[in-house]
């Protein structure tokens, strides 16, 4: 079902860019386990000459994910750095990016310690009123890079209104969608030019692979990514291909759980004596909640929260001390985990540059798995006792 585009997204993610095998009817899509193709002379290589550039493992996975995004164009990476590191190829020395000051803590060391140092300025700015955006715009604006729900105080960033500014200076626009996933938020429908996903994360699923990918409608971008990927390396085995080809057949199912496992921890946070804050775009009083209403489809399994009064010793001790939630860096997982920004996943930003957006020290970040949220609950009322 190559072209599964009248379909509903769980048809699309169970069929969209598989056929059964030729040669045998397999149902699901084999593991291509190959390093380059016989031609049967010099130039009909069928599409496929070597497998840095194509795999057809890969090609069904890329054609699934875009699907999903509704967008014509997939491309897979050996990781979500590998997905940014493509994206930031577009751009040359004298270019300017405007991005938000709550980002992943990776991107953030991409951008200033890798790209920096190639002449391309970055500019980290509250985007949460897309007006503010504005006030950077100028004549070397290339890319506008945008997380949200951010990571990991959950940003919420109007896309729509991204998209104008962006179309507006000429600059391309790109959404890191990982959080949301295209169950929850489809960013090129709302005016994105590309959209990234950390693959290891929902859409992976079990905490199995690492993987990216890069989504467009543009078949010029398109065609500018590909060949960085296949000048550059950066691409995922067939193995790693067919995990997320098995992993994404039930991503609408899981993100089901994981939003309603979500949402009953999120209250249950909300209202206990040792929370200071919680973030999670679910409440009415969470900033730009209206714009998380309308733009996704529901808020998501990922909770950060504040100790109240913990000092970084009291705030390990309580990281520690989960026995269902496991205390690990990655997210988006049939299992629940429960992180350490400050020290784990955005150990690269400076104190002083991290607390700014509210990664403070006793802040920790969960990703809500699919367990019985009985469970979870329970966890949480021993840990946080």
Same mark, same amino acid.
């Given at each position: 079902?190559?072209?599964?585009?009248?379909?509903?997204?769980?048809?699309?993610?169970?069929?969209?860019?598989?056929?059964?095998?030729?040669?045998?009817?397999?149902?699901?899509?084999?593991?291509?386990? &190959?390093? &380059?193709?016989?031609?049967?002379?010099?130039?009909?290589?069928?599409?496929?000459?070597?497998?840095?550039?194509?795999?057809?493992?890969?090609?069904?996975?890329?054609?699934?994910?875009?699907?999903?995004?509704?967008?014509?164009?997939?491309?897979?990476?050996?990781?979500?750095?590998?997905?940014? #590191?493509?994206?930031?190829?577009?751009?040359?020395?004298?270019?300017?990016?405007?991005?938000?000051?709550?980002?992943?803590?990776?991107?953030?060391?991409?951008?200033?310690?890798?790209?920096?140092?190639?002449?391309?300025?970055?500019?980290?700015?509250?985007?949460?009123?897309?007006?503010?955006?504005?006030?950077?715009?100028?004549?070397?604006?290339?890319?506008?890079?945008?997380?949200?729900?951010?990571?990991?105080?959950?940003?919420?960033?109007?896309?729509?209104?991204?998209? %104008?500014?962006? %179309?507006?200076?000429?600059?391309?626009?790109?959404?890191?969608?990982?959080?949301?996933?295209?169950?929850?938020?489809?960013? +090129?429908?709302?005016?994105?030019?590309?959209?990234?996903?950390?693959?290891?994360?929902?859409?992976?699923?079990?905490?199995?692979?690492?993987?990216?990918?890069?989504?467009?409608?543009?078949?010029?971008?398109?065609?500018?990514?590909?060949?960085?990927?296949?000048?550059?390396?950066?691409?995922?085995?067939?193995?790693?291909?067919?995990?997320?080809?098995?992993?994404?057949?039930?991503?609408?199912?899981?993100?089901?759980?994981?939003?309603?496992?979500?949402?009953?921890?999120?209250?249950?946070?909300?209202?206990?004596?040792?929370?200071?804050?919680?973030?999670?775009?679910?409440?009415?009083?969470?900033?730009?909640? #209206?714009?998380?209403?309308?733009?996704?489809?529901?808020?998501?399994?990922?909770?950060?929260?504040?100790?109240?009064?913990?000092?970084?010793?009291?705030?390990?001790? +309580?990281?520690?001390?989960?026995?269902?939630?496991?205390?690990?860096?990655?997210?988006?997982?049939?299992?629940?985990?429960?992180?350490?920004?400050?020290?784990?996943?955005?150990?690269?930003?400076? %104190?002083?540059?991290?607390?700014?957006?509210?990664?403070?020290?006793?802040?920790?970040?969960?990703?809500?798995?699919?367990?019985?949220? #009985?469970?979870?609950?329970?966890?949480?009322?021993?840990?946080?006792?």
């Amino acid at each position: 079902m190559k072209d599964a585009s009248s379909y509903g997204f769980g048809t699309k993610a169970i069929h969209a860019g598989q056929e059964p095998d030729p040669t045998t009817g397999a149902i699901m899509t084999p593991i291509y386990q &190959t390093s &380059t193709y016989v031609q049967e002379s010099p130039g009909t290589n069928k599409g496929y000459g070597y497998a840095r550039g194509k795999n057809p493992t890969r090609v069904a996975l890329e054609s699934c994910l875009a699907a999903l995004e509704g967008a014509a164009h997939g491309l897979c990476f050996s990781s979500g750095m590998g997905a940014m #590191d493509a994206v930031c190829k577009l751009l040359r020395p004298g270019d300017e990016v405007i991005t938000g000051d709550d980002l992943y803590g990776g991107a953030y060391r991409m951008f200033t310690k890798v790209f920096a140092n190639y002449g391309i300025k970055f500019h980290f700015i509250n985007m949460t009123n897309a007006e503010n955006i504005h006030k950077y715009v100028n004549a070397n604006t290339k890319l506008i890079w945008v997380e949200t729900p951010s990571n990991p105080t959950m940003q919420i960033i109007d896309l729509a209104a991204v998209a %104008k500014i962006a %179309k507006e200076s000429k600059a391309l626009f790109a959404v890191d969608n990982t959080f949301a996933t295209p169950y929850l938020q489809n960013p +090129i429908a709302l005016g994105a030019d590309i959209v990234m996903h950390s693959v290891t994360k929902y859409l992976g699923g079990h905490s199995d692979v690492v993987m990216g990918a890069l989504i467009t409608d543009s078949k010029e971008l398109y065609d500018q990514l590909y060949f960085i990927l296949n000048s550059c390396g950066a691409n995922p085995g067939p193995m790693d291909s067919f995990l997320v080809l098995r992993g994404v057949k039930t991503l609408h199912v899981r993100m089901d759980r994981h939003c309603e496992n979500g949402k009953k921890i999120a209250e249950f946070l909300k209202t206990h004596p040792k929370i200071e804050k919680i973030y999670w775009p679910g409440f009415t009083d969470h900033p730009n909640h #209206d714009i998380a209403k309308k733009q996704m489809r529901d808020f998501g399994g990922m909770i950060s929260i504040v100790l109240k009064g913990a000092d970084l010793k009291e705030t390990f001790r +309580i990281a520690s001390s989960f026995k269902v939630f496991s205390l690990a860096e990655s997210l988006g997982g049939v299992e629940s985990l429960i992180n350490h920004p400050a020290t784990m996943t955005h150990a690269s930003i400076p %104190k002083e540059e991290r607390e700014k957006s509210g990664v403070v020290d006793n802040l920790l970040r969960l990703s809500v798995g699919i367990e019985n949220v #009985d469970d979870l609950l329970g966890d949480l009322k021993q840990a946080l006792a």
